[in-house]
Structure formats: C-alpha cells, structure tokens
C-alpha cells in the first residue's frame, strides 16, 4: 500500500472519530437544552424575540463547557440510568484520549504500515462507540422533542431546507 495513502487513511479515521465524539456532545446538549432549558423556559411564554435571546444565552454557556462539564451537567438532571452514565463515561475516555494522547502515544506505530492498521483498528472501535452512544442518545432526545411538538416531520422539512441551503455552498 502507498504509505501516503495509508497515512490519509489514519487521518481520515481520526477525523470520522472525532466527529462522532462531537454528535454524542451535540447529542448530550439536546438533552440538556429539552431536559432544563424548555421546562425552565416554554412555561415563561416569552415573546419570539426573548426566547432566541434565552436560548443564546444558553447555547452560549453551554458551548463554553468541556464534554465532561456537559455529562457532570446531564447527571444533574436524574434523567440516565447506569448503564447510560457509564457509556457516557467511556464515550468521555474515548473522546479525551483522542483529542489529547492518540497521535502522541501512537507515534511510533505511524512509521509502519502495521502500525498505521492498528491505530485504523483503534479508531474504528472508537467509532464504533461513539455511534452507539449516539443511537442511545437520540431516541430520548427525540421522545422529548415530541412532547414540545417537535414532529418527525418537522424535523425532515428542517432537514430537507439545511440540505437545500447547502447544495448553494457545493
């Protein structure tokens, strides 16, 4: 294999894991935002132009935190059970060790092909993690946003506009 080629691989991995690491947060601050920013909020009936600058305000705060603030604030809100704490919790590990130690602590395999597979092998199973933190995230995510009356069909038409406004940027 090109060695050239094989390095872009590894960095291609890398890049698809971290933004899976990134959905699973986005995931975790859905929940945070229908879990205490709507039951804090909807029953304030505030006007249009309030409730953009609230949930700015909150986006704000929230976008400031690291993704284990964003967990410590999710398990505030007695909403997980076990088993979701402690997959948020290796999805936490996963997500550090990649932003901080991957490339420092694979350096030496980076210099062989047999290397570079296992880093690929590794970032796979991250992969593989961040994916089914996600497809349990969203279910709940989605159960709430249904009682606030946001409605599968809803979410496609907002979909089908982001993806329309983005084939312009193509």
Not at 19 to 33: D, G, K, N, R
């Amino acid at each position: 294999m090109d060695k050239s080629e094989h390095c872009k691989d590894v960095y291609a991995h890398y890049g698809l894991a971290m933004y899976l690491a990134q959905c699973v947060e986005q995931s975790i601050f859905q929940m945070i935002m229908m879990f205490d920013f709507f039951p804090t909020n909807v029953p304030k009936k505030l006007p249009f132009e309030s409730w953009i600058a609230e949930f700015d305000d909150f986006d704000s705060l929230m976008s400031k935190k690291t993704m284990g603030q964003v967990i410590g604030k999710l398990k505030t809100l007695n909403i997980l059970n076990e088993n979701l704490e402690d997959m948020l919790q290796e999805s936490l590990k996963r997500r550090n060790e990649l932003a901080h130690r991957f490339f420092v602590d694979h350096g030496l395999s980076f210099v062989s092909e047999q290397g570079r597979e296992k880093m690929i092998g590794e970032l796979i199973q991250h992969q593989k993690n961040f994916e089914e933190m996600e497809n349990s995230l969203v279910p709940i995510v989605k159960s709430v946003m249904n009682k606030y009356g946001f409605t599968e069909d809803m979410l496609r038409k907002a979909e089908e506009e982001l993806f329309e406004e983005g084939k312009n940027d193509l």
